[in-house]
């Protein structure tokens, strides 16, 4: 993207959700985000949130029309040997995530959300 006066700060993806607690189950309680804020139109509307940990932020919605289900994000991290240790140590039935070395030069760490969205862990070697 070209652009004379322009200067673009930062990327934030919209992951898809459809229960608000299962979300922060796996979101804050066990990747670790903070939840930033919580916004609802109305009482009963669609929940948006932004969780964050890291350089990495994440917009979670309930709202239909945001984004569909099955988006994947790529993030790098320093320490994926760490972070695989302290995902591992906790007690989370739905998620047992691996390492694997990748032809391109990286160990890569791949979780799925309830909701069928990817977050790859990567760091290069």
Known sequence: MQSTNSNIKQSIPIFRIFDVEK????????????????????????LYMQVSSGGITLHLSEHHGDCSPG???????????????????????????????????????????????KLIFYQWV
């Open 23 to 46: 979300a922060k189950e796996f979101y804050i309680t066990y990747l670790g985000f903070s939840l930033d804020w919580e916004h609802r139109f109305e009482e009963h509307f669609p």
């Open 71 to 117: 988006a994947a994000v790529r993030v790098e991290v320093e320490g994926l040997k760490a972070l695989h240790n302290a995902l591992e140590s906790k007690a989370y039935a739905y998620a047992n995530p691996a390492i694997e070395s990748k032809p391109w030069g990286t160990k890569e760490m791949q979780l799925t959300d309830p909701f069928g969205n």
